[in-house]
């Protein structure tokens, strides 16, 4: 059984049940503890919603979520999402404002959660035209940043939607432009 392990301030209960209403249960187990001695997560999430107290707790994290608030005033998103991966060894850092961004950032966790299970499990919400366009477009498991947006306007779908296709089927986006995905 694979696990995802969520820790953090608040909006991690959000992330919870987010990750538990839609997970394959027998797939994947949401942990809000550490894992057990000599155990290991295949993804550990950490949530902060404060500037910096809590990102030591999450050394060894793969994905921090950074709800940006008032506590963050005076730090630039870029500066804070380098210092948090220098910190934290994170591979990806999400930072989210606002109710739209927060749902986007629960996705991204969702999608990875589904990746690492295996199977070839994707998200409904992502129509079969997309998938099918971005493995096409996949040479040697990766698709740049230029396809990615090219496939989005020819299918008339979000640039969002083609990277949620991306991080479903573990396929490395590449020489990107803007930071989108």
């Not at 953090?8 to 797939?27: F, H, I, Q």
């Not at 709800?67 to 991966?85: D, P």
């Not at 366009?133 to 090219?150: E, G, S």
């Amino acid at each position: 059984m694979k696990t995802v392990w969520v820790s953090g301030s608040a909006p991690s209960r959000a992330l919870v049940e987010y990750l538990r209403t839609r997970l394959p249960v027998k797939r994947v187990e949401v942990l809000t503890e550490a894992p057990p001695p000599g155990g290991s997560a295949d993804l550990s999430v950490l949530l902060i919603d404060v500037p910096l107290e809590e990102v030591a707790r999450g050394e060894g994290a793969d994905m921090v979520l950074v709800e940006w608030g008032t506590g963050f005033q005076g730090e630039s998103e870029l500066g804070m999402e380098r210092m948090i991966k220098d910190a934290v060894g994170a591979k990806k850092v999400l930072i989210y404002r606002d109710e739209k961004g927060r749902r986007r950032a629960f996705d991204k966790v969702l999608d990875i959660s589904l990746a690492i299970t295996g199977g070839n499990i994707l998200s409904e919400e992502i129509p079969e035209n997309v998938i099918e366009a971005v493995k096409a477009a996949a040479a040697d498991n990766r698709v740049t940043c230029a396809q990615a947006h090219w496939i989005a306007a020819d299918l008339e779908v979000p640039v969002p939607l083609v990277g949620r296709a991306l991080d479903l089927l573990e396929i490395k986006l590449s020489r990107c432009q803007l930071g989108c995905f």
